[in-house]
T-cell receptor, first 114, second 114 residues
């Protein structure tokens, strides 16, 4: 059974600063990594995914992979109050990267202070 | 393009009652999933369907059954509801390219079992 660990927070960051969220994963063979954002009372929304071949930047969001230490980071630049949410990290449940579902961490609650 | 839709949005059941949660997607995805989300437990996979005509158990399948009615629709049935099944249920569908594990979630069903 794969495991994904996240610090539950809350992580409090001033508006305009960089928010840094981390998650660690148990299976060294994991090939893809996903970050979802979930506002209170809403469904998870996919914001970023990366594969084991490198980091990725999309607007204010950057996802970084450290395979040696088995953790994935999500950086949010110029943090806005609208970024306040719970961020979920996930990996595929199977090693083949097929359609067998995702294993999620419990999420980090991020608060951006105006 | 509605994405993933779920009905009902809210439901209250008494112990022992049965009900079916409905899910439909209009993104022409092959794979579909049912998750439950509980406080402190994160998202957990109940059942999934990698393609039309196939279904498989996830991490927490006990007490549930599923039907992949066609490519668009994937239903979750509780035959005899228990208080432990009080949860928020999310349906998701998986994009087939670049990988089937890129999932998009519906709005959720909040179920309370008394």
């Amino acid at each position: 059974q794969k495991e994904v660990e996240q610090n539950s927070g809350p992580l409090s960051v001033p508006e305009g600063a960089i928010a840094s969220l981390n998650c660690t994963y148990s299976d060294r063979g994991s090939q893809s990594f996903f970050w979802y954002r979930q506002y209170s009372g809403k469904s998870p929304e996919l914001i970023m995914f990366i594969y084991s071949n490198g980091d990725k930047e999309d607007g204010r969001f950057t996802a970084q992979l450290n395979k040696a230490s088995q953790y994935v980071s999500l950086l949010i630049r110029d943090s806005q109050p609208s970024d306040s949410a719970t961020y979920l990290c996930a990996v595929p449940s199977d090693s083949g990267g097929g359609a067998d579902g995702l294993t999620f961490g419990k999420g980090t609650h991020l608060i951006i202070q105006p | 393009n509605a994405g993933v839709t779920q009905t009902p949005k809210f439901q209250v059941l008494k112990t022992g009652q049965s009900m079916t949660l409905q899910c439909a997607q209009d993104m022409n995805h092959n794979s579909m999933y049912w998750y439950r989300q509980d406080p402190g437990m994160g998202l957990r996979l109940i059942y999934y369907s990698a393609s039309e005509g196939t279904t498989d158990k996830g991490e927490v399948p006990n007490g549930y059954n599923v039907s992949r009615l066609n490519k668009r629709e994937f239903s979750l049935r509780l035959e005899s509801a228990a208080p432990s099944q009080t949860s928020v249920y999310f349906c998701a569908s998986g994009r087939d390219f670049p990988r089937a594990d890129t999932q998009y979630f519906g709005p959720g069903t909040r179920l309370t079992v008394l």
